[in-house]
């Protein structure tokens, strides 16, 4: 998602629905991914990660996909649950040199029950 | 699972107070430590990355003196925020890094800690 002002992007999606949460990343040298969650005042929670030398991942009713031809990142969460609502932050590091993440702006995930 | 702790959660001092946060890895040893502070409907942006032993690396635009950072143990660090004013005002939250851990591994991260200055 891109940020817009101070408004998080929003998704909105009926409970039981599959959820795409996307995201485009900055830097071509970078090697390592992260999905994390946020709830409300707690700080982020770790999903899932993939390395720039796959192009996707699966884990628990989640799975991330990494196109690196256009720098773009997704998390799919399968049967979308309302304690899934949240923030939605992808996160990269660069390849070489400093071990800090670069945030993206992150997108809120609303599930309707 | 890696946990990091991270106190006080919640601050509200008067303005020119000095603060200090502090953020411990309870089941692991961390060399590095990350600070990120987080404004309303924004993302987390670093501030600085704490290191064991060493003096703390600062993004562009953080005032080292205004941010002191300590990393006096493998898993303590602390980040007190001097004579805090208004517009310091926001949700620091820091993460930490497994020493143990090889190559690519995600960051754990605190629960935070809102800092309201009057």
């Known amino acids: 998602g891109e940020s817009v002002g101070l408004h998080l992007p929003t998704l909105s999606v009926q409970e039981g629905d599959n959820s795409i949460i996307n995201c485009a990343y900055s830097?071509?040298?970078?090697?390592?991914f992260i999905w994390y969650k946020q709830e409300s005042g707690k700080g982020p929670q770790f999903i899932i990660d993939?390395?720039?030398?796959?192009d996707k991942r699966q884990g628990q009713r989640v799975t991330v996909l990494l196109n690196k031809t256009v720098k773009h990142l997704s998390l799919q969460i399968a049967a979308t649950q309302p304690g899934d609502s949240a923030v939605y932050f992808c996160a990269e590091k660069l390849r070489s040199g400093r071990r800090a993440l670069t945030f993206g702006s992150g997108t809120r995930l609303q599930v309707q029950p | 699972g890696a946990v990091v702790s991270q106190h006080p959660s919640r601050v509200i001092c008067k303005s020119g107070t000095s603060v200090k946060i502090e953020c411990r890895s309870l089941?692991?040893?961390?060399?590095?430590m990350f600070w990120y502070r987080q404004f309303p409907k924004q993302s987390l942006m670093l501030m600085a990355t704490s290191n064991e032993g060493s003096k703390a690396t600062y993004e562009q635009g953080v005032e080292k003196d205004k941010f002191l950072i300590n990393h006096a143990s493998l898993t303590l660090s602390t980040l007190t925020v001097t004579s805090a004013h208004p517009e310091d005002s926001s949700f620091y939250i820091c993460s930490a890094r497994d020493r143990e851990g090889t190559g690519n591994q995600p960051q754990h991260f605190g629960d935070g800690t809102r800092l309201s200055i009057l």
């Open positions: 830097n071509s040298a970078s090697d390592y």
């Open positions: 089941d692991f040893q961390a060399t590095t």
């Open positions: 993939i390395r720039s030398n796959m």
